[in-house]
């Protein structure tokens, strides 16, 4: 084992240190891999992956749920974007607690930077589903109505998990930006903050507040989302989010 970087240990980290090692959090990416720009959230190396400083990472992650506290208190929807199979059972669980948006299967394009198209068909699809389910679609031919409900499957993939989200986030939550490239940028276009769990492939200067752990484990995975989960569960939104018109129009 060869150390890259000092770290400094603090004893009243340790609880939350076993966590971490428990669920594997502290594991990066191979050495070969790892972005210049990470190499402080390193402090030693096995066998060619990176081991993560589980004191930097907890004092990052400190500094991001600042952030996720502030968004909840303002009232704010968070958008969260996790389209690995590692990443889907926890998401899935935080997002259906706090009934926020979320993506699992691919990001939609423009789905930040061009809102409104996006959201016209995103209606268009609530609005066929809608009528299917309401039998306006009886009349047509059997194979008319499996065209139609195999087209409202396709839609589901791409809208199902946005289907609420009315107004822009005021946040956006990735697992892995790296993988998440497209929407992070999205993001940064429409002024919307970054909060992201990354591994040693990342590069800090791309997202708001980068927290560094394992995104390939269910379980690195699930002991972030719980400790974002936790700061939902424990801040009381004091303002409302301001309505748009197409809000009080589906109103």
């Known amino acids: 084992m060869t150390n890259t970087t000092e770290t400094t ?7 939350q240190i076993k966590e971490m090692i428990e669920a594997g959090v502290f594991y990066g990416c191979h050495k070969s891999k790892t972005n210049p720009k990470i190499k402080n ?3 030693s190396n096995r066998g060619g992956i990176e081991l993560i400083d589980a004191t930097k990472t907890l004092e990052s992650l400190d500094d991001a749920l600042e952030l996720v506290k502030r968004v909840r208190g303002e009232g704010g929807s968070i958008l969260v974007v996790a389209t690995q199979a590692s990443a889907k059972d926890p998401v899935m669980k935080f997002v259906k607690e706090f009934n926020y948006p979320v993506v699992t299967r691919r990001w939609l394009g423009g789905l930040l930077t ?18 299917f389910e309401s039998g306006a679609f009886d009349k047509y031919t059997k194979k008319e109505k499996l065209d139609t409900e195999r087209h409202i499957e396709k839609m589901q993939e791409l809208f199902g998990g946005i289907e609420k989200m009315s107004v822009l986030p005021k946040a956006l939550l990735v697992i892995d930006p790296v993988v998440h490239d497209i ?7 429409a002024g919307i903050p970054v909060i992201a769990l990354g591994d040693t492939t990342s590069n800090p200067d791309d997202v708001t507040k980068l927290v560094v752990g394992n995104t390939k484990s269910r379980s690195s995975v699930g002991w972030f989302m719980e400790k974002v ?11 409302k989010e301001e309505k748009t018109e197409e809000t009080k129009k589906e109103k």
Not at 9 to 15: A, Q, S
């Open 114 to 131: 061009n809102f409104k198209e996006v959201g016209g068909r995103r209606n268009y699809y609530l609005q066929t589903k809608e009528k």
């Open 229 to 239: 989960a936790e700061v939902v569960r424990n801040t009381t939104p004091q303002i």
């Open 41 to 43: 959230f390193v402090f």
């Open 9 to 15: 240990y603090d004893p009243k980290f340790e609880p």
């Open 183 to 189: 929407a992070v940028k999205e993001a940064k276009v």
